[in-house]
Nanobody
Framework: QVQLVESGGRLVQAGGSLRLSCTTA????????MAWFRQAPGKEREFVAA????????DYAESVKGRFTISRDNTKNTAYLQMNSLKPEDTAVYYC????????????????WGQGTQVTVSS
């Protein structure tokens, strides 16, 4: 059974930074697109960022462009989401996802999902 394990979420003040991590098995990580989604209380899950395995295709939600950066370390089988200039509206549970697709990265039809990590941004 494939596992995606997220970490790094915590309470942070507005304007601060956090780095989320997502680790999975090598046979998944080396081939799959890695993505981050988030779900705020009372809202639907939304796309945040994605990066293909060959790093040839990357996408960000408009709301996080210029503030968040997705990256991946193939030596550690880990994807990261660096979040800067955090705002209270970034408060959500952040989910890591993985899929073989190289297009339509914003669609949430990913094969594998993590359990989520809570990010809370105080004003």
């Amino acid at each position: 059974q494939v596992q995606l394990v997220e970490s790094g979420g915590r309470l942070v003040q507005a304007g601060g930074s956090l780095r989320l991590s997502c680790t999975t098995a090598h046979y998944i990580f080396c081939r799959y697109t890695m993505a981050w989604f988030r779900q705020a209380p009372g809202k639907e899950r939304e796309f945040v960022a994605a990066l293909t395995a060959n790093e040839g295709n990357m996408d960000y939600a408009e709301s996080v462009k210029g503030r968040f950066t997705i990256s991946r370390d193939n030596t550690k089988n880990t994807a990261y989401l660096q979040m800067n200039s955090l705002k209270p509206e970034d408060t959500a549970v952040y989910y890591c996802a993985a899929d073989e697709k190289f297009y339509y990265l914003r669609a949430d039809n990913y094969d594998y999902w993590g359990q989520g990590t809570q990010v809370t941004v105080s004003s």
